[in-house]
T-cell receptor
Framework: EAGVAQSPRYKIIEKRQSVAFWCNPISGHATLYWYQQILGQGPKLLIQFQNNGVVDDSQLPKDRFSAERLKGVDSTLKIQPAKLEDSAVYLC??????????FGDGTRLSIL | QKEVEQNSGPLSVPEGAIASLNCTYSDRVSQSFFWYRQYSGKSPELIMSIYSNGDKEDGRFTAQLNKASQYVSLLIRDSQPSDSATYLCAVVHAGGTSYGKLTFGQGTILTVHP
C-alpha cells in the first residue's frame, strides 16, 4: 500500500514570499489533515478535511494560510505571506473515518 | 493545563532496560489513545493504539490506560538503541467542538545507550 505522498521535501524562502505544499493521501482515506510541527514540539493540527469539506480549521491562521481539497483526494496548503515563525515541518496525514492517522514524510520549511 | 502532557524528558535508559513513558490528558470523555514514534527528521509512525482500560501488549511494547486517572503510558521492554526516538502521545477528543480532533503531547525524547 502506497503511503501518504508529500512534496516538496524541503523549501527555503524569504519572509513575505509565498509557498505551497502538496499532499496525496492513501487511496480510500476520506479524512486528510495538515499539521505544523515546530522543532521540539508535537504536531499541531492546522486543518482537517472530510472528503472535500472542512471539518476543523480552528487553528489555521486564516490571514495567511489557506488549504483546499477540491476533488476530495489530494490537497494543497499555501502560506502567503510567510513569516519567520512559520519555519516548521508541515505534515500531511490521512485516515479512514475514525481510524488511526498515517503521516507523510513532511515538508521542512525554512524562512530566511 | 495542557490538553495532553508528557513527562518532559529526555529519558535515558541502558540497553535491555524497561523504558517508561507517561502521558496525562484533560478531556475526561476521550476514548481513543495512540502512541507514535518519531525518529529525528522523520514523520510520526503509529506504534500502539488503546481504547479500553488496562494493558495492551504488542511485542516489546505495552500500553496502559487508566481513564479514571486520565493517564496513559507506554512501556518498552528490553530497550534497544534503535528505540531511541521521540515518543508522542496523542488523544482523540470525544466531546464538544473538538470532537474527533487528535491532540498530541509535546513528546518525550528517549535515548537507549549501549
Amino acid at each position: 500500500e502506497a503511503g501518504v505522498a508529500q512534496s516538496p521535501r524541503y523549501k527555503i524562502i524569504e519572509k513575505r514570499q509565498s509557498v505551497a505544499f502538496w499532499c496525496n493521501p492513501i487511496s480510500g482515506h476520506a479524512t486528510l489533515y495538515w499539521y505544523q510541527q515546530i522543532l521540539g514540539q508535537g504536531p499541531k493540527l492546522l486543518i482537517q478535511f472530510q472528503n472535500n469539506g472542512v471539518v476543523d480549521d480552528s487553528q489555521l491562521p486564516k490571514d495567511r494560510f489557506s488549504a483546499e481539497r477540491l476533488k476530495g483526494v489530494d490537497s494543497t496548503l499555501k502560506i502567503q505571506p510567510a513569516k519567520l515563525e512559520d519555519s516548521a515541518v508541515y505534515l500531511c496525514a490521512s485516515s479512514t473515518q475514525g481510524g488511526p492517522q498515517h503521516f507523510g514524510d513532511g515538508t521542512r520549511l525554512s524562512i530566511l | 493545563q495542557k490538553e495532553v502532557e508528557q513527562n518532559s524528558g529526555p529519558l535515558s535508559v541502558p540497553e535491555g532496560a524497561i523504558a517508561s513513558l507517561n502521558c496525562t490528558y484533560s478531556d475526561r470523555v476521550s476514548q481513543s489513545f495512540f502512541w507514535y514514534r518519531q525518529y529525528s527528521g522523520k514523520s510520526p509512525e503509529l506504534i500502539m493504539s488503546i481504547y479500553s482500560n488496562g494493558d495492551k501488549e504488542d511485542g516489546r511494547f505495552t500500553a496502559q490506560l487508566n481513564k479514571a486517572s486520565q493517564y496513559v503510558s507506554l512501556l518498552i521492554r528490553d530497550s534497544q538503541p534503535s528505540d531511541s526516538a521521540t515518543y508522542l502521545c496523542a488523544v482523540v477528543h470525544a466531546g464538544g467542538t473538538s470532537y474527533g480532533k487528535l491532540t498530541f503531547g509535546q513528546g518525550t525524547i528517549l535515548t537507549v545507550h549501549p
